[in-house]
């Protein structure tokens, strides 16, 4: 017997329903923070207590419009990582946390991840969350107050999840 819960698979229709959901807040993160140099990072635990990370570093332009990932491998494992946390059952807490590449000093802001949705994490959480840790050479981020992410009803679905 094993010492670790296990995960239970979610259906093809739920993953499909993240997937969609997934997209959309991407895009809303995009748009949310605009031209420049980001890192988006996520940590999750997963419910058999296990945590897992994904890492990407992107470029924005909004005029005229483009999205470049460094690493498109490392992209798409973000992503997927993403779509298990959005739809949830394998997940019991996720952060998104976005860095921005700015002077003096780099930007961040963050979202918890629940109810299928992008929620924006409290400015205190956040500055405990992204403070380096002592006798480690890092860079101290600037937290601001991330944006509320509008969403759209799933098409599939009869009301969106609040």
């Keep these: 017997m094993s010492a670790r819960p296990e995960l239970t698979h979610p259906g093809d229709d739920a993953i499909a329903a993240a997937m969609s959901r997934t997209l959309t807040a991407l895009s809303a993160v995009f748009q949310a923070l605009g031209d420049g140099e980001h890192t988006l990072n996520l940590v999750a635990e997963r419910t058999d207590n296990a945590f897992v990370t994904g890492r990407t570093d992107l470029s924005i332009g909004m005029k005229p419009l483009r999205l470049a990932v460094l690493d498109e491998d490392e992209f798409c494992a973000f992503r997927m990582l993403l779509v ?79």
Excluded at 128 to 143: G, H, K, L, S
């Design 84 to 162: 298990f946390a959005v739809e949830g059952s394998t997940m019991r807490s996720a952060v998104l946390i976005a860095t921005t590449a700015a002077e003096p000093n780099p930007r961040a802001c963050g979202w918890s991840v629940g109810d299928g949705w992008l929620h924006p994490m409290d400015t205190d959480d956040l500055q405990a969350a992204v403070i380096p840790c002592p006798d480690v050479a890092a860079v101290e981020r600037e937290v601001y107050p991330a944006p509320v992410l509008i969403q759209l009803p799933d098409s599939d679905e009869e009301a969106p999840h609040a």
